[in-house]
């Protein structure tokens, strides 16, 4: 069996027909976009911006001490190591960059032909993970998405498999900068005062709204570089439009 996972995951697959891809991303946005549904694929996000943190804790020699996901859809990675620092900061950014991050990843292997390859690699992620959970909630969470992964990776079609990867891929892109604009929006209320932004502004005197802006900058160059590769007739789009807006002016 691991024989056959992987060779299937080193398979290339065809790429499918820009139809395919932007219809992936028009699921996406009906996952991501609605207030109604939101609620559960930010679950997503959080699982990503919490692996995010522990990947770079330990990146940076520091000690992970856990990972806790919760039903409200926020999360918590607790660390040891100096309370300040490039390790302490570098922790903190990973959070709200780790969807783009990860998404531009995932564009990297959808383009190579290795979408099997992708949905294989996120199974590994999240079992990597699962070792540092340290709540109920968090456990089923992370059990419950490796299940349906490994059961799409091993059942369904190479077709539904390869959409199925498209629509992750496109689902962190578009979901990258909604937390970000709720932290902006909570920080305006008052009530994020324990956010990485604000941790951040106490451990480098920059102010957390430069923070909060900057991740917003980031993640939205994320998914606009993601879709362009992606999909290259919006960068031919983008150029028209830019020409004739130019012949305009």
């Not at 969807?99 to 992708?118: E, K, N, T, W």
């Not at 008052?190 to 106490?202: E, K, M, P, V």
């Not at 439009?241 to 130019?246: C, D, G, N, P």
């Amino acid at each position: 069996m691991i024989a056959e996972v992987w060779r299937r995951a080193l398979a290339v697959q065809p790429p499918p027909a820009p139809v395919v891809v932007a219809l992936a991303a028009v699921l996406a946005a009906l996952l991501v976009l609605p207030r109604a549904i939101w609620p559960y694929t930010r679950m997503l996000v959080t699982i990503t911006h919490e692996g995010a943190h522990g990947v770079a804790a330990l990146l940076t020699g520091r000690r992970l001490q856990g990972i806790r996901l919760h039903s409200d859809t926020s999360g918590l990675t607790v660390s040891s190591g100096r309370s300040g620092g490039p390790g302490m900061v570098t922790m903190l950014l990973a959070g709200y960059l780790g969807p783009a991050v990860v998404g531009l990843g995932a564009v990297g292997l959808l383009l190579a032909g290795h979408s099997l390859g992708l949905l294989w690699l996120f199974v590994i992620l999240l079992a990597l993970l699962l070792v540092q959970i340290r709540n109920f909630y968090g456990f089923v969470l992370v059990v419950g998405c490796a299940v349906v992964l490994i059961l799409v990776s091993w059942y369904l079609p190479a077709t539904m498999q390869s959409g199925l990867a498209y629509v992750l891929t496109w689902t962190l892109l578009l979901a990258a900068p909604k937390p970000v604009l709720e932290l902006i929006r909570q920080r305006r209320a008052g009530r994020a005062s324990h956010s990485d932004a604000d941790q951040l502004a106490r451990l480098t005197r920059i102010p957390a709204s430069l923070w909060a802006g900057g991740f917003l900058v980031v993640n939205c160059a994320g998914l606009v570089l993601g879709g362009v590769l992606l999909l290259p007739v919006l960068a031919e789009l983008g150029y028209n439009v830019a020409e004739q807006l130019a012949a305009a002016a």
